[in-house]
C-alpha cells in the first residue's frame, strides 16, 4: 500500500484499542480470547506510524477499573499487555510502561520499564503503554505534591503526575464504537481531537489509521487560543 501524503501531521497520537471481548463473542470465541487478537493490530498501526514520522504514542492497556472483570479475563489482558511489550523490544522505541505498579494487579515482568523511558534497538518513536493505570491514581500523585506548595502548584501538580513523562496528546483515536475517554489521560487529553472507528479493534485496517489523520489534516487548532 501506497503511504499517503498529509499536509500536517499530529505529534502524539494516543491509541484507546476497544472491543476486543466483543470481537471474540462475534466470531464464536470466549471473551478472553479477543485480548491476544489485540496485539497484531498494534503492531501494524506502530508501524504505520513509523512510516509517517509519528513522534509519540500512547497505547490504552489496562485500567483499575477493567481488574473489576473475571478472573480469566484479566489475566487474559495482562498477559495480552506483557506480550505486546516484550514483542516491543524487538523494534525501535523509546519504551515507557506507566501504571500502579504498588497493585498485586501489575504484571511483575513489565517493572523493568516503569522507572525511566528505555531506549530500545534504534530508540525513535516514543511508545507509552498503560497498564494498570488509573486516572484518580495518576491525578493524586499531582496533588500530593502540589498542594504543600502553594506558590508552585499549578507547575508542581503537572510534573508530579504519574504520567509527567507522557506529553500533551493531540489526537485520540478509539475503536469499537464508544464515544467516551475511560478515563485515558485527563490532563494529557485536555486539547486532544478524537476520532471514533465504528469497527472493532481486532478488525484494524490502515483506513482506518488514515481516515483519522485526514480528518485531523482539517480540524482548526486554536489550543484554546
Not at 90 to 99: C, H, N
Not at 101 to 124: C, D, H, M, Q
Not at 154 to 177: E, M, N, T, Y
Request: net charge positive; hydrophobic share 40%; charged share 25%.
Amino acid at each position: 500500500m501506497t503511504i499517503p501524503v498529509f499536509k500536517r501531521l499530529p505529534r502524539h497520537i494516543g491509541v484507546i484499542p476497544d472491543g476486543n471481548r466483543r470481537w471474540a463473542e462475534k466470531n464464536g470465541l470466549p471473551k478472553e480470547a479477543g485480548y491476544s487478537w489485540g496485539i497484531a493490530p498494534g503492531f501494524y498501526l506502530y508501524e504505520l506510524a513509523s512510516e509517517l514520522g509519528i513522534e509519540e504514542m500512547t497505547f490504552y492497556g489496562f485500567t483499575h477499573d477493567n481488574t473489576k472483570r473475571p478472573t480469566v479475563q484479566k489475566r487474559a489482558f495482562q498477559k495480552a499487555c506483557v506480550d505486546a511489550v516484550f514483542k516491543l523490544l524487538e523494534k525501535d522505541a523509546a519504551l515507557l510502561v506507566v501504571g500502579n505498579t504498588e497493585s498485586p494487579a501489575f504484571p511483575r515482568e513489565l517493572l523493568p520499564f516503569t522507572k525511566k523511558r528505555v531506549n530500545i534497538g534504534k530508540g525513535g518513536m516514543r511508545v507509552n503503554f498503560l497498564v494498570n493505570y488509573g486516572w484518580h491514581w495518576d491525578l493524586y500523585h499531582g496533588m500530593k505534591a502540589a498542594l504543600p506548595r502553594k506558590s508552585a502548584a499549578k507547575h508542581v501538580f503537572h510534573q508530579s503526575l504519574a504520567s509527567a513523562d507522557i506529553s500533551r496528546i493531540d489526537l485520540v483515536i478509539r475503536w469499537g464504537g464508544r464515544r467516551r475517554l475511560s478515563g485515558f489521560l485527563p490532563v494529557q487529553t485536555i486539547y486532544a481531537d478524537f476520532f471514533i472507528v465504528d469497527d472493532l479493534w481486532p478488525d484494524f485496517k490502515p483506513e482506518h489509521f488514515y481516515n483519522a489523520l485526514r480528518w485531523y489534516e482539517v480540524q482548526d487548532i486554536t489550543l484554546g487560543g
